[in-house]
């Protein structure tokens, strides 16, 4: 359908017109908006203004979709990061997807091995954008204590990394503390460098 | 006559035994023999029954002797519990026969210590890498290997099976659908992968792939100090990780020669049985969310947190607690936490008959786990099942009751065994697991003993807090032990506690230095795990993963 290159005021509720701009409804629909009316046409006769960036980032940040790569003792807390105490779905983070392709938050919990680093790189590069990484624990952030031979030291020497959680493991706490930083980040639109500027490493 | 003496004997008339040493050391007997004689001895401890398990397998790196790794075998008689290791020195590039012929459950382990030392193993079909990553050169755990010394992966491998008579593992067969699960699968727990070939929903051949999580436990002990390794236990099984510590301690203990007080063993009884409890929640929980049941899950956790809450008021730490140290405990108990043990076993009683009647009564769950992919005795022991799986196929091996310690001698509990081995019964015998740990509990709580929480010997133990900062003496004593070390005697020894998923045994080799010279672990599931590809082979997929769950496959200590 064509749309119209200058919106006028029109009948019904806000919309978002292709440009991208919020066209304001009119008075007349407004003004419907009284006391008798069915809940079901207040919802589509309600008006707020924002930006469009702003509420997107505003459905964004409440509704992150993790999936728990979980590999060792982080994962087992982050069961509980999950389970009924902490229950991280009081953030709009309880959709767990293991499918990277229906996830935005790729939650790093345990140690990244060396045999496991190209596992990790292919099912970030399957996640669909917008996404994010946390990177959950002393070893995914940095190796740990396990200054080994076969522990790869950080999972950002392969993948972007968001957002750390210092810990071993970290409590739950602190990991809701982390997605909390990251839903600030995702509100305020901060920029992210280390995101732009990761190029694949030359393999997978 | 002594077993060490009735052995010898009985070997006299197979094998010229001149050539063979007897020792017994630390409380361990040991046979030293030429590797030529391997198959004869082992064969004839197998077959005349004195030794039916193969308890584990592993090398020992020695680069200045003349043939410079040594081949160690635990044996273990299930009937009286008595113990044996057989060492085999063996040059490098030299060839030792394998034990598949004896024991299938030798695969895994005599693969392990090809990819750790090179050392090699005649005619094993399958002797490549198993912990370290394919494009790995080297040896890690050789002496001359740097610990910190990396090599990156850059892609993973194809679907492969292992050789069989006449079939190479790598050639896929076209008549049928190739799978791959994991590593990064809900069911495959983070870091398993499974390989298979399907006719239709049947599997026609399976495989698995481990070392996703090896982090170089072994390699790490060897590099740090006794105490310092406390911590790297309680990462290897993470779901119950006091049991760790305290299988640890109790070896360097053991080899140490001391006896730990009467309290510090009452508190790591009732450490291991809550952690017991909360591993068996782990399991059945997962186990129940891999069919496609959340509600266990949810209910468990619940409790399992409450545990963490109990282990917090101990020690400040919830998961991962490294509240042993070498010589007994690192604090005691604050006031009323014993108490507040009892409160929780009181509710948990109740929720072990709820998560009974949701999962054993129900009908689609038992539809999904009764006759799946079943496990004879025999079967069993020729893999090197211990723990609540070995149980579940019939044989009643505890060794809290085989060999006591920490006083479950005198404690009063059941030991679950099961009949048929199936999925099932595995639930069935961990739930009723769950009920017995709690009456240890309850039975040590009430009696629980006075005195010290660890020993105060000052070339073992840090003095306490008050005394470094009040006065010289303990402050000298804390100097000397955190320059010196702690040193045990030269000498070696295996020990072994029963965690929860089975015998988690320490193979302990002291150079007289302040780090261990060696120290091998022998993971319960690693034995278990390696019998994956020959139990699900000709069930349907979807019963592959509910016993997968079942086996309650633990990375940490399966990849170490």
Redesign the interface.
């Given at each position: 359908m064509a749309q119209d290159s200058n919106p006028s005021p029109h009948q019904g509720p806000a919309v978002i017109t292709s440009q991208g701009t919020l066209v304001p409804p009119t008075a007349e629909a407004l003004s419907g908006m009284s006391g008798t009316q069915h809940v079901d046409d207040m919802s589509r006769s309600f008006a707020l203004t924002t930006r469009l960036d702003a509420i997107i980032a505003w459905g964004q940040k409440n509704a992150l979709w993790p999936m728990p790569?979980?590999?060792?003792?982080c994962?087992?807390?982050l069961?509980?990061v999950m389970?009924?105490?902490y229950d991280l779905a009081r953030f709009g983070a309880e959709v767990v997807r293991?499918s990277p392709r229906q996830a935005d938050l790729l939650l790093v919990a345990?140690?990244i091995?060396?045999?496991?680093?190209?596992?990790?790189v292919?099912?970030y590069r399957q996640m669909l954008e917008p996404k994010f990484v946390l990177s959950m624990g002393a070893?995914a952030s940095t190796g740990g204590?396990?200054?080994?031979?076969?522990?790869?030291?950080g999972c950002d020497k392969v993948i972007p990394v968001d957002v750390y959680v210092p810990g071993?493991?970290p409590?739950p706490e602190a990991v809701l503390d982390g997605v909390m930083a990251l839903q600030r980040m995702i509100a305020k639109g901060q920029p992210r460098p280390w995101r732009d500027n990761w190029k694949a490493?030359d393999?997978? | 006559m002594s077993n060490l003496e009735l052995i010898k004997k009985d070997l006299a008339q197979k094998v010229s035994i001149e050539r063979i040493k007897f020792e017994h050391n630390f409380g361990n007997d040991v046979l030293t023999i030429v590797k030529e004689d391997l198959l004869a001895v082992m064969s004839h401890f197998k077959l005349t029954e004195r030794f039916d398990f193969l308890i584990d397998i592993c090398g020992v790196d020695y680069p200045n002797r003349e043939k410079r790794f040594e081949v160690v075998y635990q044996l273990l008689n299930s009937k009286n519990g008595q113990r044996l290791r057989v060492k085999a020195p063996v040059g490098e590039g030299e060839w030792i026969d394998s034990l598949l012929s004896l024991w299938v459950g030798a695969d895994w382990f005599e693969r392990e210590a090809y990819d750790m030392f090179g050392i090699l193993f005649r005619g094993h079909p399958n002797l490549r890498k198993i912990l370290t990553h394919h494009q790995f050169v080297g040896h890690p755990l050789r002496k001359d290997y740097e610990a910190d010394r990396q090599q990156h992966c850059t892609e993973t491998l194809p679907i492969h099976f292992d050789n069989q008579p006449g079939v190479d593992g790598s050639i896929l067969n076209p008549n049928y659908v190739p799978i791959n699960v994991g590593p990064s699968h809900p069911a495959m727990h983070g870091t398993l992968r499974v390989m298979a070939e399907l006719d239709g929903e049947t599997i026609v051949r399976a495989s698995c792939e481990i070392g996703y999580l090896h982090r170089c436990f072994e390699k790490m002990a060897e590099t740090h100090p006794y105490n310092q390794v406390i911590p790297y236990t309680d990462r290897l099984n993470y779901c119950s990780a006091p049991m760790n510590n305290v299988g640890y301690c109790k070896t360097v203990e053991k080899l140490l020669g001391v006896e730990i007080p009467q309290r510090a063993q009452a508190m790591r009884v009732i450490l291991c049985e809550l952690s017991r409890i909360i591993d068996h929640i782990i399991s059945v929980g997962t186990g129940g969310v891999d069919l496609g049941a959340l509600t266990a899950f949810f209910h468990l956790f619940t409790y399992r947190e409450k545990v963490y809450t109990l282990f917090e008021k101990l020690c400040g730490a919830r998961l991962t607690v490294s509240m042993t140290r070498v010589g007994g405990m690192a604090q005691d108990a604050p006031d009323g936490w014993f108490n507040d043990v009892l409160d929780f076993c009181k509710e948990m009683r109740k929720e072990v008959d709820e998560i009974s009647s949701l999962m054993l009564d129900n009908k689609i769950f038992i539809k999904r786990t009764q006759g799946v992919c079943p496990v004879k005795a025999s079967d069993a022991i020729q893999w090197g099942y211990t723990g609540p799986l070995l149980r579940a196929s019939g044989v009643g091996l505890d060794l809290r009751k085989l060999d006591p310690y920490y006083g479950y001698g005198s404690l009063d509990f059941d030991v679950p065994v099961g009949t048929n081995g199936d999925v099932y019964d595995r639930y069935l015998v961990r739930i009723e697991e769950m009920r017995q740990s709690l009456k240890i509990i309850e039975q040590v709580c009430k009696n629980m003993p006075g005195g010290d929480y660890t020993i105060r010997d000052r070339g073992i133990v840090l003095p306490e807090k008050k005394d470094v900062y009040g006065n010289i003496e303990g402050l000298m004593n804390h100097f000397m032990l955190i320059i010196k070390g702690l040193r045990p005697p030269v000498g070696e020894i295996y020990d072994a506690t029963e965690a929860a998923n089975g015998e988690l045994g320490f193979y302990l080799v002291s150079d007289g230095s302040a780090n261990p010279y060696r120290l091998k672990v022998r993971p319960p599931c690693f034995a278990i795990y390696q019998s994956f590809p020959s139990v699900v082979k000709g069930a349907p997929l979807a019963d592959a993963i509910a016993t997968v769950a079942s086996m309650n496959v633990i990375a940490g200590e399966l990849d170490r």
């Open positions: 790569y979980g590999t060792a003792c994962g087992i807390e069961m509980s389970g009924p105490k293991f345990g140690t091995t060396e045999k496991m680093a190209p596992v990790l292919r099912i070893c204590f396990y200054r080994a031979y076969h522990v790869l030291q071993c493991p409590t490493p393999y997978v | -």
